[in-house]
């Protein structure tokens, strides 16, 4: 991997950081008065967390294929790959029980969304910690 491709990845993880630092929970940042404007607030926020978070795994997903080829050692980029999936497993597993614990209706939909959209923030934030330094 070439150094440029290296110093571009450094940035745009530097770039997460500022954005993930900076975001309220999304429920606070959706402060509306019903529930239909809260929906709709989350809905429009949902795509972005979800773009930062991958955006996060592909850079440290090829930061850590560069490592495994450097070093002659392919075990970072399994390990990630491995960690990855825990994650989305763990996102899925949590949101839907905060889901559940509000019995059903509307606010159970609500406080899902803004947990993986939650998650999905301090996911990329933590990708982004540890390799931008």
Same mark, same amino acid.
């Given at each position: 991997?070439?150094?440029? !491709? !290296? ?6 993880? =530097? &770039? ?13 940042? @959706?402060?509306?008065? %019903?529930? !239909?404007?809260?929906?709709? @607030? ?5 795509? #972005? ?5 991958? %955006? &996060? ?8 294929? %560069? ?14 790959? #491995? &960690?990855?999936?825990?994650? #989305? %497993? ?7 029980? +905060?889901?559940?614990?509000?019995? /059903? /209706? /509307?606010?159970?939909?609500? =406080?899902? *969304? &803004? @947990?993986? +959209?939650?998650?999905?923030?301090? *996911? ?10």
């Amino acid at each position: 991997m070439s150094m440029r !491709i !290296i110093f571009a990845l450094t940035f745009a993880l =530097a &770039a997460l950081t500022v954005q993930a630092e900076t975001s309220p929970p999304a429920q606070v940042e @959706c402060q509306a008065s %019903n529930q !239909i404007a809260l929906k709709d @607030c989350l809905a429009k926020l949902a795509p #972005q967390a979800e773009q930062d978070r991958k %955006n &996060a795994e592909t850079a440290a997903r090829a930061m850590m294929k %560069n490592l495994d080829r450097v070093t002659s050692r392919p075990k970072a980029l399994p390990a990630f790959n #491995q &960690a990855s999936k825990a994650y #989305q %497993n763990y996102q899925h597993a949590h949101c839907t029980w +905060i889901g559940k614990s509000f019995a /059903g /209706g /509307g606010s159970a939909e609500v =406080a899902e *969304r &803004a @947990c993986r +959209i939650d998650l999905d923030r301090a *996911r990329a934030d933590e990708l982004s910690r540890f390799y931008v330094q």
